[in-house]
């Protein structure tokens, strides 16, 4: 099982490029979650699913678009990249117990 | 506001030096308090899930533990592979509005020594 996979593992964009960060998992976690991770903030939490066809805003929404067509993937779209936008993207599901399994991480610079 | 915070930032230790790694939270309604570990460059992995006060989780070397206010992970003889950032996150009951959301601490980065 290779759990909760994230591609590309790097990224460079220039100010106001659109782009996809790609996310999968083959656990059948229902819930699945983007989060952010910067220097001294913690991990914020972007968007989460309940489920295919089900999104909702976390902390930090604002410049980000999800869908949710399948249970396996969660695709994260940002719309016109700014360089507040730089930080490292993790995807994760969540677990029947509440505990959530991370994939490896997308890093990010928008230049 | 709900607030998790852990202490200290950063922890030297030399191998076989137990300590212990803090994290007080500010939250009502809390549903459950998780410990995760994470490595540079990777994504964080789920260690420990505390649900009441009193309740205690071991794994090897660490030993997770949990009051109203705070949460503590001890670690016992440490080993230089214990060498990590330790997050600790807080999720809040359903009923409270928090079923689906995790709010992290900024984490303790462990370093262990020879």
């Known amino acids: 099982n290779a759990g909760v996979t994230q591609t590309p593992k790097f990224q460079v964009l220039k100010t106001g490029q659109s782009m996809t960060l790609q996310c999968a998992q083959d656990?059948?976690?229902?819930?699945m979650s983007w989060y952010r991770q910067d220097p001294g903030m913690g991990l914020r939490l972007i968007h989460y699913?309940?489920?295919?066809?089900?999104?909702d805003q976390g902390e930090v929404p604002n410049g980000y678009n999800v869908s949710r067509s399948t249970t396996e993937d969660f695709p994260l779209r940002l719309l016109s990249a700014a360089p507040s936008q730089t930080s490292v993207y993790f995807c994760a599901t969540r677990g029947g117990h509440y505990e959530q399994y991370f994939g490896p991480g997308t890093r990010l610079t928008v230049t | 506001e709900d607030q998790v915070t852990q202490s200290p930032e950063a922890l030297r230790l030399q191998e076989g030096e137990s300590s212990s790694l803090n994290c007080s939270y500010t939250?009502?309604?809390?549903?459950?308090l998780f410990w995760y570990r994470q490595d540079p460059g990777k994504g964080p992995e789920f260690l420990f899930t505390?649900?009441?006060a009193g309740e205690e989780k071991e794994k090897e070397r660490l030993k997770a533990t949990l009051t109203k206010k705070e949460s503590f992970l001890h670690i016992t003889a440490p080993k230089p592979e214990d060498s990590a950032t330790y997050l600790c996150a807080v999720q809040l009951g359903i009923l409270t509005g928090g079923g689906n959301k995790l709010t992290f601490g900024t984490g303790t980065q462990l370093k262990v020594e020879l």
């Open positions: 505390l649900y009441s």
């Open positions: 656990m059948n976690h229902e819930y």
């Open positions: 699913s309940v489920g295919a066809g089900i999104t």
């Open positions: 939250v009502s309604g809390l549903r459950g």
